[in-house]
Each structure stands twice: as structure tokens, then as C-alpha cells.
């Protein structure tokens, strides 16, 4: 006999006694499979994806203990009428509210609750209604619009058409959005296969510790326990990493850990619940040692070393134009150092893996993989199991949110080893706390920048040198610097650059990609100088501005000559409203498109014909939440001239498109000028006679290679360290209380492939950008998060959040084959520098260190941080 019941979307379920300590949310997904219920927080109650609806309220479902659950009526969003379904997920599809899709569900229950109680609800009462809602990706403007168009269809229940023109340019509706708002499209944690185990990872005891023994056999002798593998079980080379070979599966007995997320263990058992309860059993014995967490200690001769060859990783310097020269043309001069923080990425979906061998013991091994590279995945866990690549398939499961985050090889590997050595299929999911305490992280910086101007304003030269603490391991720490580095100047052409980057191993969580990739923090030094130059040339930040931009033809930090500029039309697109504000800041931007610097781009595809003229494209960059699949759809279903509902877009290594990582803003056009060359072939057969039902069974390959960047500081005359670059002008503007009354945001896209992803994808970035300005730390002490928890790590919510308006810019490049420039990174580099320059005008105070949390605009853009 049970424990009790309570009663799940009209059925009555019972509950035995063995789960009255489990969560609701465990309860609806591991008992009654119902996987539209998401675990963004790992039981914190913090974010929302996990809202019910329990006795007519909307209710985190992992803060509900069972026992308190018993006689309730709980309803999730497969128990709601199929009319109510329809309307919530057309309205959040129609309106562009979908990106990666994670949040969506919790939101779609806390919306019909609202409109329930509150059919008319204004829009300042819905924000209100989801300041529990975590949303990393949208900005949450496009999410206010879609439950206000819920709202107006809910009196007579009629459902939203899902419409947009599938011609570039038009708002095609996300690929998949409505699945994704329903919780019908599955992500890793969602997925199950017979006979799987589930593993638990067992950590290091302190950042810096010698192993000296890991005892299992308590933890082996738990019920459900199958298997614990350790450092002795890896058959391959078991140091990996992206650019590096310097981060290891797990450490081994004898060996040093590396940072609080060093790996010493995976516990392997029938259930999650069981695994985890054995891995907390692992006896660790280890000898605590002094770590370095300062990357002024850890250059000190005498520091520990992170790593065998040094605390030093790579010491870059850069110099353009004649320095002494330029410094002797300039009348005003302006120094100052400035620091910016380390930051969490806050995805909502953890890092979850799913590996299973395909063909017996000497077959394929299958891993489904949340991963921003699948071929990058496919490569390190074929290092990692000693095997060829061909034995190695990783399936792309897009992600929910990434922003550069899932990069790095995190649980795919372990998940692939423990597959491979059990013959079952295996999943790993991370908890919040472990994910924060794993995955790379953006990069404090500290520069120190002096720059020069004429007498008009006109800068002179600039000189900096740039810190980068890149913790434990390496990541493409080498190449945030480089780009920190390489975008020093923003927006601006200069006479004469000087700085050095230097990244340096210390014992903190390590740090890598980032949205904006050390962008962000070189602008906010930059913005923050000219600005104090314009003081003293008489100027406002628009007129120096406008006086420095890049035009075609005119040289950037790296000494390139930029082409396809819109800068100066995104300066003229926020003019008015900067000179009409009494208390506006201002900033430009700069972001390359591809990773350039002398190493070449790649966009690879290759279309199979279905029957019926169906169409199959495998592309090489990975989908989490930007809408890549969505612009891939809309230009073959332009190009051949067919329904977008007949194409469909697929990740995996089953075909040799490699294209390396989704980064560095150039998937949109990489992938597309790929697109093109397939298509072509594709309609010079039709153009022969031939129907798409006639070519079924046959593919079609597309390559681009551009390989005509130069390394950065080359020998070259002409130096052209990036493909292509997008361009940006952004204005903050406070009210009479110093808060945040608007931003506007000018970015020069390329050309428009989606309008409604596009706005979404800059609003979102503006978004992050808000938060790292004012709100956002990770804040470790001597290696470890103190603030682990989404509440903690100062997240801005709905309700404090200022209107963010989009105003798009066309200056087609001339590398694209439509013409488009990649958009996800830039939005967020200029934001903190606006933010700043708003902040001097209206309390007259410099801040040189993010977040700036002392100004009333950080007060009000925190709120209550509610969970």
C-alpha cells in the first residue's frame, strides 16, 4: 500500500513511502515521465522552468516536498485542455518568446494561471507575474509580447496563426518553437533508454589538494551501485582540452588537483538517486596545498604552479603605427585602470550527456551531446577511449542556452568512457551548484590603458596592457585575450596602438568563451576614456564619436581596413534621443565575425533529398536557442524555391561537415555561404530537367573556406585579421532617480535573415550586458563560488528590467552570400560602457570596476530577487 496519492492532471497517482522525501519535480519526471516540467536550479525554487499549477496556484515543483503534496491537484502542461495548449504555445512561437526553450514551459503555466485570475492583465502586472522566471536568453521583451497576445485571444479561447514570411528577411517562426514551448521537444535530461545507468560525479575535496587515496568500496556496496571508475579506467590519453591538452577526465591517485571541479570519480548506478547517495559515500584522504588565486601571486617566482610549465600561459603583444609619434600629436591625455569580473553564463539547462554503444561491444558508440561542436566532442572522446574517430558519433541535442559555455568537454566524456566500459547507455546530470562549479567561466580582466587626442578629438594613440586570469586550465583562454587585445580601440581608427595581453593559470574555476569573448571588457575601458577626452576637448560622447568612427577603408586596432561599416548610420540612428536626455550615456561597439587571426573559417553542409522532395541538412554548427536551424530552413527553402516545412536541419557527425565550434558570431554566415554552393549544384540539376523527387537519395555537398586572415601582429602590410566585423552604437538613459528609463541599441547587422530572431537575439545580449554591468559576480573565495545559487548570482528579472528598443542597420558584407553579419555577441560588448557614461552624467562619479553595484540604477535593476 502507498503512502498516499494526490491527483496528476485528472488521474490519481499513488506515492509510496520511499518518495515522500523526493521532490514534485523528481516525482512528475522520474515516476510519471512527465518531462514538460524542467530542472533549471536543481531544487533552489530560483528559476521557474519547473512551474505547475498545484491546487490552482503556479508553483516551483521542486520546492513542494511530496509530503506536502499528498491530496493535492496537481497539472502540468500535458494535462491542460488541447485548446489552452495550442493558444499559450502559438502566442510565445508567433511572438519570437522562444529561443532555447528551456524556461518556456514553467512560463506557459505561469501565464494561464495569470490569465486566469487576471484576463486583462497590463503589462508592467505580467511582468510582475514572472519575476520568478529566469530567461538567459530573450531579454523577456519578446516574452511580455507573447503573453499579451495570449491575453488578447484568451476571453474566446482563439488560437494565435503561426505566420511569417519564409523569405529572407521575413519573421519565419522558430524551427521547433511550439514543441519547445509545450515541452515536447526533448532535451538531454529528458531522455531515456532501456537498461541505462545514471552517474554521479565525485569532486575534489579543495582547489589545490595531492590525492592521496580514493577508497570506493563503501560507495560500490550501495544498493544499485554498478561500477565507479576512476583515473586507473581511462584506456585513452586522458588529458584533453580545446586548444590545450592540459585539463584531465579525472585526477589520478598521487596526482594534484587543479580547481574545486577537478573530477576524481563517476559513480555509475541504476538510478540518479542511487549514484548520487554512493558518490557522497567515496572516501577522498588528499593533502591540502596553498593554491594561487591572484594573477599578480601567481606571476611571483616563487608561486605554486598550476601546471608543470608555468603560471604564465601566453604573454601576446601587439604594436600598429609609431607610438612616440603619437603621443606626441595629442594635447590631452587620459590613464586608467579598470577591472571586470568573473561571471557565471546561467543557461538553464545543466550539462547533461547521453552515451550508448550502437553494434555490440566492437560498435559505434553513440553520444547525444548538448555541445556548441560536435566534431570538437567527437574528437576529444575519441582521445579520451583510444579509439578512431569513425568509432566515435555524436549527435547534436540542442541546447538550452550556451553562450559559449558548453564549449569545453564537460560530462560528454565521462558519459561516452562509462558507456563504452558497461556495454549500456549511460546519463549524466549535473546538479546547479556542480555545473557552476565545472564549466568555464568569462574572464576577469584588468587593464591599464592610456590614450591621446588632438585638439579636435581626434585620437592620437593608445597603449595597454591587459590581464586575464584563465584559472585551472586553458580553454581558448589564449584567444579571449587576443581578442580583448585585437578590439582594444572599439569602434575607432587610431594612429598608433601598443598593448600586451597576458593570461595566466591560477587555481580558480577556469574561465574560456563567453558571449562577447573579452570584447566587452576591453570596450569598457576604451568607452570609458574617450569619454573622460571628450571632457576635456569640450566635446559630448556623440560628437567624439562620431569625429573616431570607422568608415570603409579606415584602420582598426589590428591595423585591418574595415569594409561593410555601418557604424556611422547606427550613431545617426540614436542621435536624437542621446542629445534629448538629460542623464544619457553612449558607447560603440565592434565584434569580429569568425575566428580569423590566420586560422581558417569553415562552413560545410550537405543535403540529402528525401522522397516526396523532402529535404535532410546536415550542417556543422550547433543550434542552442539563436535560431541557426531556423535561417539554415529559410534560405534553402528560398534558394529551391519549396515550403520551409519540407526542410529539415540536423547536427551530427554521421556527416563530414566539420565546421569546429559554434563561436565567434559566424555560424549565420559560414553556414550560409555554404548553403549557397549546395543549392547551386542542387538547382543545376533541376535547371538539367530533373524534379526533387527524381534526385531523391542523392546529397549534395556545400563548403566555404575563408582562408585569408592574417595572424594578429603578423608580418603583413595589409593585415586582414577577421572575415568581417558588425558594428554598434547603444544608449543608456536614466530618469530623475538615477534608474535605467530605456536603452536603445543600433547594430549593424548585414542584412536581415529573420527580423523577430534578430530583435530577440540583440535584446537578449543587451540583457546579459545589463547584468554584467550592474548586477552580476561569481565571487570565489581562495577557488570556491560563495554565491552558487541563481538568487546569489544577481540575475536581473522581468519586473526591473527597462524597456530595451532594437533599431537594425543594413550594410550588407561583402564576405556573406546574403550579405548578413553574425549578431549574438555584439549586443552585449557597449552595454556596461553606456551604462557607465550614464551614470557619470547623472551622479558625476568614474567607475573603473564591474559590476557597479554602488549606483541606484544596480539597486533597481537587482529588485527582489525572488525564487
Known sequence: MGAGELTI????????????????????????????????CSGQGQCGACTVVVNGKARPSCAI?????????????????????????????????????????????????????????????????????????????????????ARDHWPDRRVPPLRGESVLGGSLPKVDAVQLALGERPFVSDMTFPDMLQGALVF??????????????????????????????????????????????????????????????????????????AARLVQVEYEELEGVFDCCRALE???????????????????????????????????????????????????AALARPVGGEHGVLEVFSQSQGVFEDRRQIALLLGEPLDRVRVILVSAGGAFGGKEDLSVQGHAALAARLCHRPVRIVLERKESIRLHPKRHPIHIQISAGCDATGMLTFVQAKITGDTGAHASVGTKVLERALGHLTSAYRVEAVDVEARTVYTNNIPCGAMRGFGVNQANFAMEAILDRLAEQVGLDGWDIRWLNALQDGERMTTGQKVHSCGLKETLLAVREDYKNARFAGIACGIKNVGGGNGMPDIGRVQIRIEPEGELLVFVGYSEMGQGLFTVARQIVSQELSIPPERVTVRTSTEREVDCGMTTSSRGTVLMGNALFSACAAIKRRLAEGASLADLAGEEFFGEYVCDFT???????????????????????????QGRLERFIAAQDVGRIMNRTLCEGQIQGGVHMGLGSALTEELVLERGVPVNDTFRGLGLIRAPNLPPIEVRLVESAEKNSAYGSKGIGELPLVPVASAVAGALVRYDGIRRNRLPMRDSAAARALAGRRTG
Request: glycine residues 8%; aromatic residues 6%; contains cysteine.
Open 9 to 40: 492532471n485528472g488521474r490519481r497517482v499513488e506515492v509510496e513511502a520511499d518518495q515522500l522525501d523526493w521532490n514534485l519535480l523528481e516525482f512528475l519526471r522520474e515516476h510519471c515521465r512527465l518531462t514538460s516540467v524542467k530542472n533549471g
Open 65 to 149: 516536498r511530496m509530503r506536502k503534496a499528498i491530496g493535492a491537484q496537481v497539472w502540468t502542461l500535458e494535462g491542460l485542455d488541447p485548446v489552452v495548449r495550442q493558444l499559450l504555445s502559438h502566442s510565445f512561437a508567433a511572438s519570437g518568446a522562444v529561443q532555447c526553450g528551456f524556461c518556456t514551459p514553467g512560463l506557459l503555466m505561469r501565464t494561464k494561471v495569470l490569465l486566469d485570475e487576471n484576463p486583462r492583465a497590463r503589462r508592467e502586472e505580467i511582468a510582475r507575474a514572472i519575476e520568478t522566471h529566469v530567461c538567459r536568453c530573450t531579454g523577456y521583451m519578446k516574452i511580455l509580447d507573447a503573453i499579451e497576445m
Open 204 to 277: 575534489s575535496p579543495a582547489p589545490r589538494a595531492r590525492i592521496v587515496k580514493i577508497d570506493t568500496l563503501a560507495a560500490a556496496n550501495q544498493p544499485g551501485v554498478h561500477r565507479i571508475l576512476t583515473a586507473r579506467d581511462v584506456p585513452g590519453q586522458r588529458f584533453v582540452g580545446l586548444l590545450y591538452d592540459d585539463w584531465p577526465l579525472f585526477v589520478a591517485e598521487g596526482e594534484t588537483t587543479f580547481y574545486t571541479g577537478s573530477i576524481l570519480a563517476l559513480v555509475l548506478a541504476e538510478t540518479a538517486r542511487q549514484a548520487r547517495a
Open 301 to 351: 617566482p616563487d608561486a605554486p604552479k598550476v601546471h608543470p610549465k608555468g603560471n604564465l600561459l601566453a604573454h601576446q603583444v601587439f604594436r600598429w603605427g609609431d607610438l612616440e609619434e603619437g603621443k606626441q600629436h595629442a594635447v590631452h591625455i587620459e590613464s586608467g585602470e579598470f577591472q571586470t569580473q568573473l561571471i557565471e553564463h546561467a543557461f538553464m539547462e545543466v550539462e
Open 710 to 736: 592574417t595572424a594578429i601582429g603578423g608580418p603583413e602590410r595589409e593585415p586582414i585579421t577577421h572575415m568581417s566585423y558588425g558594428f554598434a552604437t547603444q544608449v543608456a538613459i536614466l530618469d530623475e
